[in-house]
């Protein structure tokens, strides 16, 4: 789950890192007035869950608290990369001297945290890493020992900041370590990090993404997420505990197990097709599931056809294609649907799906060859 | 031979007298398993399974009494990392988690912790492990591979089953089925299986089945191309996966342009890996490779 910069920073801030003075705003009118409250030059920020916010003109200096409002007004009318602008962070302007990259995130390949550094801030890490590779310094943790003081003053020393800054750097990584560590973050990024005028630490714009597997245990956190920047039908597919990715295309598919959902997409394109989604129906797939799962699919006006593909092993094939057959009386098919139901009983199963005057298959090749067909056909099979 | 586990393994069942836990226990049971003891907190002291097997309120408890030398974990993520502990304290060699849902910073502690020990770990988010007619640890369905010489080792479930269906309606048996699980941090990697494999004298080829997501199959490339002399056929799941998102499992994700498919293949394929396009091309490929392999030895 991904958080916004204004919860980020307050998050950041409970962990004593400096943060600018500034508050979030649904309004222009709201923006004006915390520009009022903050007195002298303002930043507009676009608060939307995607990159590139500064590029697309998200991220604004506002002079007075008349220019804050047009800004605002501005800003929040726009759409970045496809997401409407609901809220703007305004924060007081900094007088920035130099820009710092500091975060900390999971190394898989090394299974252990790996906080980043950089003196080229402000920019995207990945982009220093391209052009610049050994400008970055990295430090892995031990998960058991956390980030310690000395490891904080070697990056410090690594990316050659000046020495009166390194008291203030140390509590500010050792505090976002804390962060990542009490939000079960998976990254906590404060970019840029600045040397002001004043000769101060202040973490400009921060960024952190929260493991979706520990929010039972960070309630608050879980309370943060938005639903207004994710599609609908993911919202509704995690109520019942299903696994569901939007895409292009127009098949939508249905399938137990995430490797194979993923691979019943690739062979659809493999037969010139393009899913609809990525849908993992999970273990059992008893009627309840399939029948949610199919509502989720057909509430996508681009699918064309629907592949359903079953590997049946504890749970046999002849008691899927019940659970199928229960779902449909409840949800009625607007478009055509393969079935392809493998593995334990299949035979069965297959025969009471064609009962039903579903077309069944018996490779995924044939399955998605089928599904295919019939998205381009768009006629109920 | 076959690795891990074999018909000398004395397996405990965490989570026993859960409902998921009862369930696949009654089935390892059935396939053959040796299921010396239960572990439920606060249950020490009944017998389940028709009376089979003794439930102990604690691992360590568990292991003194029966020399279980192998655990497997049906408890609910808040607890599996306390679980995984546990066992590793307790002192079995093994432990097999099956849950799903583990927050991965868990994960790094278990891991580190369980380094420091030299305990193995398999999963967690994983189907278990497989050694046809002798011993089944987890959930993989067993009448659906037979014994034999191909080594499976994946990331995923169900696909992995259909693998070994097709693999058995070949007739080609299977010696171990390693499932590594879907989560970014784990304890077994591929290159953990593929060095397993190659040293078991019962395995004559692998079958590795990868998706999208961190570099470990990038990693079995190289172990591969420097130290495999068995024949590895392998699948990459996810070529048509978005980037950002994360498909199923917590560690099937593209994230900043590294972990595509296409990436995989490629180092796969440099190792000499034949890469199948579609999965039931996989079975098709073990069973051409093996006609090969018979070939150069009849010369």
């Avoid at chain 1, 220019?67 to 703007?88: C, D, F, N, S």
């Avoid at chain 1, 064609?354 to 060859?369: F, G, M, Q, S, V």
Wanted: proline fraction near 4%.
């Amino acid at each position: 789950m991904k958080l916004h910069e204004y919860q980020s920073k307050q998050l950041f801030a409970q962990q004593a890192i400096p943060i600018p003075r500034g508050r979030v705003a649904m309004t222009a009118a709201e923006a004006k007035s915390i520009a009022e409250e903050l007195r002298g030059r303002v930043v507009v920020k676009a608060q939307v869950l995607v990159g590139g916010r500064g590029k697309a003109g998200g991220i604004r200096l506002a002079n007075s608290p008349e220019e804050a409002l047009e800004i605002a007004t501005q800003i929040l009318a726009m759409q970045i990369k496809g997401l409407p602008v609901r809220k703007v962070l305004v924060d007081e302007a900094a007088n920035i001297q130099a820009e710092i990259y500091l975060g900390v995130t999971n190394d898989r390949a090394a299974r252990r945290p790996v906080m980043i550094a950089s003196a080229e801030g402000g920019v995207e890490i990945e982009e220093v890493a391209r052009t610049a590779p050994s400008k970055i310094a990295r430090l892995h943790v031990d998960p058991l020992l956390g980030l310690r003081e000395y490891q904080a003053r070697d990056l410090a020393a690594s990316i050659e900041l000046p020495r009166e800054h390194w008291r203030a750097f140390i509590d500010i990584a050792r505090g976002l370590y804390e962060a990542y560590r009490e939000c079960d973050a998976t990254l906590a990024e404060i970019n840029p990090l600045v040397i002001t005028g004043a000769g101060t630490l202040l973490a400009l714009d921060g960024k952190m993404v929260v493991d979706d597997n520990a929010l039972f245990r960070r309630p608050k956190l879980a309370e943060m997420r938005d639903l207004d920047e994710e599609a609908a039908a993911e919202s509704e597919a995690r109520k019942y505990g299903l696994s569901y990715v939007k895409l292009d295309g127009d098949i939508g598919c249905m399938v137990n197990g995430a490797g194979l959902a993923m691979a019943t997409m690739d062979v659809i394109k493999l037969a010139g097709g393009a899913p609809a989604n990525f849908l993992d129906i999970g273990g059992g797939a008893g009627a309840d599931k399939v029948a949610a799962a199919l509502e989720i699919i057909l509430s996508d006006k681009s699918v064309r056809a629907v592949l359903l593909n079953v590997f049946g092993g504890i749970t046999r094939c002849d008691e899927v294609a019940r659970g199928i057959l229960m779902a449909l009386q409840d949800v009625p098919l607007s478009v055509p649907m393969v079935t392809r139901l493998v593995g334990t009983n299949e035979e069965e199963g297959r025969r009471l799906l064609a009962a039903k005057d579903l077309p069944t298959a018996t490779t995924l090749a044939e399955a998605a060859r089928l599904a295919v067909a019939a998205a381009r056909q768009g006629v109920a099979a | 031979m076959s690795i891990l586990i074999d018909k000398k393994t004395r397996l405990m069942v965490h989570g026993i007298t859960g409902r998921e836990g009862m369930f696949h226990a009654s089935q390892m049971l059935e396939y053959g398993t040796k299921i010396v003891a239960g572990m439920t907190p606060g249950k020490g002291g009944e017998w389940v399974l028709d009376g089979k097997v003794p439930v102990f309120d604690t691992a360590k408890m568990a292991v003194e009494a029966t020399g279980a030398n192998c655990s497997v974990l049906f408890v609910p993520a808040k607890a599996a990392a306390d679980s995984m502990l546990e066992a590793a304290d307790a002192g079995v060699a093994l432990i097999v988690c099956i849950t799903e849902g583990v927050p991965v910073q868990d994960m790094m502690q278990v891991r580190s912790y369980l380094d420091q020990r030299g305990t193995r770990l398999v999963g967690p988010n994983c189907p278990g492990l497989l050694t046809p007619g002798e011993c089944k640890v987890g959930i993989i369905p067993g009448h659906i591979a037979s014994a034999g010489g191909v080594g499976v080792v994946s990331r995923s479930g169900t696909l992995t089953y259909e693998v070994l269906y097709a693999l058995k309606a070949r007739g080609l048996g299977v010696s171990t089925c390693v499932g590594i699980g879907g989560d970014p941090i784990n304890g077994t990697s591929f290159v953990d299986a593929l060095e397993m494999f190659e040293d078991d004298a019962r395995t004559d080829s692998v079958v590795m089945i990868g998706e999208i997501g961190g570099s470990d199959e990038e990693r079995a490339a190289e172990f591969i191309s420097d130290r495999m002399s068995k024949p590895v056929v392998g699948f990459i799941a996810g070529r048509t996966a978005p980037p950002g998102k994360r498909m199923g499992h917590a560690g099937a994700i593209v994230e900043g342009g590294s972990g595509l498919a296409v990436d995989k293949i490629k180092a796969l394929e440099g190792a000499g890996v034949k890469v199948a396009e579609h999965p039931d091309a996989i079975a098709e490929l073990v069973a051409e490779r093996g006609r090969k392999a018979r070939r150069r030895v009849k010369r």
